[in-house]
């Protein structure tokens, strides 16, 4: 059986979820969580096999929690299940070790496929995500601007986009504000913007946020 823990904000995404594994065979669902913070304690007393991983959650964010989680025990597999389908996300969380990359589109008969596979220790990517992946790089010139990010700017340009103030996230990530303020500055550098809004828009027109779930 294999023990899958659910990490999303969104209550009905969790339930549409469990409900659909609930019907899969050799697949439990263990236990499931609204943020990474909570899916990083959860997997420090407990080893689920794979961990359904959200990306853009209140809090520290799926990026940083899959880090700490496979950091702390590598033998649970996490696969990342989101709306953020445009790079530089896919490349980041498999570059952080990630084990697989699903949209929340995929059809239900994949994202079993995809459990069981990062199970057995394989890699999953879905198809198209791992096409435009393979071909990004002949394409260069059109590449998203967030690509320039480090992951650590990626993250704190997700928590600044949904509104988070510094203080807040200074707390949440353990840094002073001197330091997210010079993450910030950065990414205004790197991204040509002057202010949040700036970023916000921009973020948008990459398809790095989904308003519709904001």
């Given amino acids: 059986m294999i023990k899958v823990l659910l990490v999303d904000d969104h209550d009905l995404v969790r339930m549409g ?55 702390y025990n590598p033998d649970i597999k996490v696969l990342i299940l989101t709306v953020h389908i445009e790079d530089p996300f896919p490349t980041k969380v498999m570059q952080i070790g990630a084990s697989g990359f699903l949209t929340k589109n995929t059809p239900p008969q994949e ?46 340009m997700m928590m600044i986009t949904r509104g988070e103030k510094v203080v807040d996230i200074s707390d949440q990530l353990s840094l002073s504000s001197k330091t997210i303020n010079s993450y910030r500055y950065r990414m205004f550098d790197k991204l040509s913007v002057s202010n949040d809004v700036e970023l916000t828009h921009l973020a948008i027109r990459y398809g790095m946020l989904n308003t519709e779930m904001l």
Avoid: W
């Fill in 111 to 156: 994202m079993i496929q995809a459990i069981k596979a990062v199970k057995s220790g394989q890699r999953y990517i879905t198809p198209g995500i791992a096409q435009k992946m393979a071909l990004s790089q002949f394409n260069k010139p059109d590449e998203s601007p967030f690509s320039s990010l480090s992951e650590r700017e990626l993250q704190i």
């Fill in 17 to 71: 979820i469990r409900r659909l594994l609930e019907d899969a065979s050799g697949i439990e669902v263990v236990s499931e969580v609204s943020t990474g913070e909570e899916a990083v304690q959860y997997c420090r007393a407990n080893v689920p096999d794979v961990v359904l991983m959200d990306v853009n959650m209140p809090g520290i964010g799926g990026l940083e929690a899959t880090k700490k989680i496979i950091r």
